[in-house]
């Protein structure tokens, strides 16, 4: 494989939608999770995310960027005013509407009526989860941080419950997600679904880690 | 598949240990990168991280997020020292070396030594790559912004340069991480490879998205 460098030099030159597309795709894999609201007049939106990353165990914190100028806006204001939403895991089943939630829809649709999602309530929670999900996190907003270099906002919360297959939690408490058939992505359009190669024993200075059977 | 709930007086009670199996396992799969640094003594470090966020495109930027309590303080500190940092893409053929960065190992201690990774030096960039890698980023400290919640702490940075093997661009700038054999993960210590599903077109709200050829 021959190596091409691009430097910042020629990322700046570059038309917008191909730099958006290069660096999109340069962080790795990432989540694909849909994110449920609901407005003070009950109207639900859903707006699939790729950026929610594990902030910490305990208390148990779950956070992700949003960027104001675009679909997921009524994601932000439905979050801000409510303080309440859901991140559900996508599977295969769901991808090609769960994709479609990124089409600039006003605000008076719902994407879950648009995409055909069904809407899930669970525990007297606020927001709306998504059925088609297999796994599903009840979460409430803790603190929005703003991005001042790019106006983007990174929002942090807690989470209230989970709602996911008990077939799929290991006895260590590690949960299969690829056993609930949770797909991943990269760049702005690319989906994956993955082999688990397995799992590598915990990293001690003095010993190999070895794969755990 | 039977589903079950569990709340977060439920988390509470868990077990530390299996609390952070679970949580870490619930936000999707995870990119897993290798994050290159070198103090002022010239001593590397290198440290294998869950949390690299695409932050925006324009300027170029990725975040993640570091624990300071944790193996990756030595990296926290580079950063901070040195103010620069690589970020490098880990393939199947060096993924077990990759899981062992994450022993404890003392502060004179390289992981690059330890693990048997080979440094790379490109266009006088300060931090070290790992020539194992394939898909290699240069990256400059912005800022750090603390999560009080919890200590951990948002890290910033620009891309300087990136290095990637021309073959994976596609015409339109999405980069074809797949193919450069990068792998993702889920949890503390699953790793996975990834099948393609394809590309979907991009979506808007009159009409349905369909799979690129």
């Given at each position: 494989?021959?190596?091409?460098?691009?430097s910042?030099?020629?990322?700046?030159?570059?038309?917008?939608?191909?730099?958006?597309?290069?660096?999109?795709?340069?962080?790795?894999?990432?989540?694909?999770?849909?994110?449920?609201?609901?407005?003070?007049?009950?109207?639900?939106?859903l707006?699939?995310?790729?950026?929610?990353?594990?902030?910490?165990?305990?208390?148990?914190?779950?956070?992700?960027?949003?960027?104001?100028?675009?679909?997921e806006?009524?994601?932000?204001?439905?979050?801000?005013?409510?303080?309440?939403?859901t991140?559900?895991?996508?599977?295969?089943?769901i991808?090609?509407?769960?994709?479609?939630?990124?089409?600039?829809?006003?605000?008076?649709?719902?994407?879950?009526?648009?995409?055909?999602?069904?809407?899930?309530y669970?525990k007297?929670?606020?927001?709306?989860?998504?059925?088609?999900?297999?796994?599903?996190?009840?979460?409430?907003?803790?603190?929005?941080?703003?991005?001042?270099e790019?106006?983007?906002?990174?929002?942090?919360?807690?989470?209230?419950?989970?709602?996911?297959?008990?077939?799929?939690?290991?006895?260590d408490?590690?949960?299969?997600?690829?056993e609930?058939?949770?797909?991943?992505?990269?760049?702005?359009?690319?989906?994956?679904?993955?082999?688990?190669?397995?799992?590598?024993?915990?990293?001690?200075?003095?010993?190999?880690?070895?794969?755990?059977?």
């Open positions: 494989m021959t190596s091409k460098i691009i910042k030099e020629d990322l700046d030159k570059l038309e917008t939608r191909y730099r958006a597309q290069l660096i999109n795709s340069i962080s790795g894999f990432k989540p694909i999770n849909l994110i449920g609201t609901k407005d003070q007049n009950s109207l639900t939106n707006a699939i995310i790729s950026s929610v990353v594990h902030l910490g165990a305990s208390p148990a914190m779950l956070a992700f960027i949003s960027r104001p100028d675009t679909v806006r009524h994601t932000l204001e439905n979050i801000r005013d409510t303080k309440y939403y991140i559900n895991h996508i599977n295969s089943n991808l090609e509407k769960s994709h479609q939630t990124s089409a600039r829809y006003n605000k008076e649709q719902s994407e879950f009526n648009e995409c055909q999602f069904t809407h899930e669970m007297d929670f606020h927001a709306p989860f998504v059925k088609e999900s297999k796994i599903k996190i009840a979460m409430k907003l803790v603190r929005e941080i703003k991005i001042e790019n106006s983007t906002v990174f929002i942090i919360g807690e989470i209230c419950f989970i709602s996911l297959p008990e077939s799929i939690i290991q006895i408490g590690h949960i299969n997600i690829e609930a058939d949770t797909i991943c992505g990269s760049g702005l359009d690319h989906y994956h679904k993955t082999n688990s190669l397995g799992r590598l024993s915990y990293a001690k200075p003095d010993a190999k880690t070895r794969w755990l059977s």
